[in-house]
């Protein structure tokens, strides 16, 4: 086994030991803080999405706090229980797969926005948005999913290897939508000003997950107030930007191998996984799409009734 590498910025009464699989003993008040704060943002997008009618957040940023929180608690029991096998896959499994479907919230996201402010500015529809990176994101965690369960088995070189191409693939999917959405962002600032559109009141919002709901006629714009469409633009791409650093990280970790210096430094994992992940997650509670897309009101109007507050 190769040497073992201990961050002293992380001190803990148990030193680390040859035969942890980590190489390192995880470090047990870490492990509470983030089992705590995941457990907390999960809790309050679970709120949230009750209180704003945004259930579609529920299999979403919900399961991502889920996995998060299951994934430090092995870590956690790996601390007691530094020779077991189970909570080191039990994390390896968790901590891989929880951040695809926070990824899916930001596609759902850009679907939405297309949607309401003008499919004319975006390359792709609202419907082309969801179809292509949604399922890209449902394959990137079958992918990982599959190499998460190899690994946990005896081929763990094989599948290390398929969630490495997992990950390979969800990153792309995340360049390329967020290259997408760049354009539409551009392309609606710069030319919007220029149309002929109507400005709606911004307390009129539609849930993005109603397929029952009239379609704005084409020359009409969705407009969410100045602050709102700030807020929503800011938090996603920050959310997105941690998303990437992670997947990085991820890239180059998994690449290095189990017994490589990147894996066996915990620090390295606490702040480009656990810290990457847990920002993201923090700014969608922030910038919650619950709360800018769906009104206390929960109210959804129709193409004629928007038009009559114009």
Request: glycine content about 8%.
């Amino acid at each position: 086994m190769a040497s073992e590498s201990y961050d002293p910025l992380f001190l803990d009464s148990s030193p680390p030991t040859s035969y942890s699989p980590y190489g390192y003993i995880p470090t047990v008040w870490v492990c509470y803080i983030f089992i705590i704060l995941f457990g907390v943002s999960g809790a309050f997008h679970l709120f949230q999405a009750i209180r704003f009618r945004a259930y579609w957040i529920i299999p979403t940023a919900v399961l991502c706090a889920i996995g998060e929180v299951l994934g430090w608690s092995g870590r956690l029991w790996s601390h007691f229980d530094p020779t077991n096998d189970t909570p080191f896959m039990m994390q390896l499994t968790t901590t891989v797969l929880a951040p695809t479907p926070l990824l899916a919230v930001n596609f759902i996201v850009f679907g939405r926005m297309v949607y309401l402010m003008g499919e004319k500015y975006s390359l792709l529809s609202s419907r082309w948005i969801g179809i292509m990176f949604i399922s890209a994101d449902v394959i990137a965690l079958a992918i990982q999913g599959t190499g998460g369960g190899i690994a946990s088995g005896e081929k763990h070189r094989l599948g290390s290897r398929i969630i490495l191409a997992g990950i390979a693939f969800q990153f792309a999917v995340m360049i390329i939508a967020s290259l997408f959405a760049i354009h539409f962002v551009v392309n609606w600032h710069l030319h919007r000003s220029t149309l002929n559109c109507r400005d709606l009141p911004s307390h009129i919002l539609l849930s993005p997950m109603d397929s029952s709901r009239d379609r704005i006629t084409e020359t009409s714009t969705f407009h969410l107030s100045s602050s709102r469409l700030t807020i929503l633009i800011c938090g996603i791409s920050f959310n997105s930007l941690c998303l990437i650093i992670r997947a990085i990280y991820r890239l180059i970790e998994l690449n290095d191998g189990w017994q490589g210096n990147i894996v066996r430094t915990q620090l390295w994992f606490n702040i480009f996984d656990g810290t990457m992940v847990l920002l993201a997650i923090v700014t969608l509670n922030a910038a919650s799409p619950a709360w800018i897309f769906f009104p206390l009101s929960g109210g959804k109007l129709s193409a004629s009734e928007i038009h009559s507050h114009s």
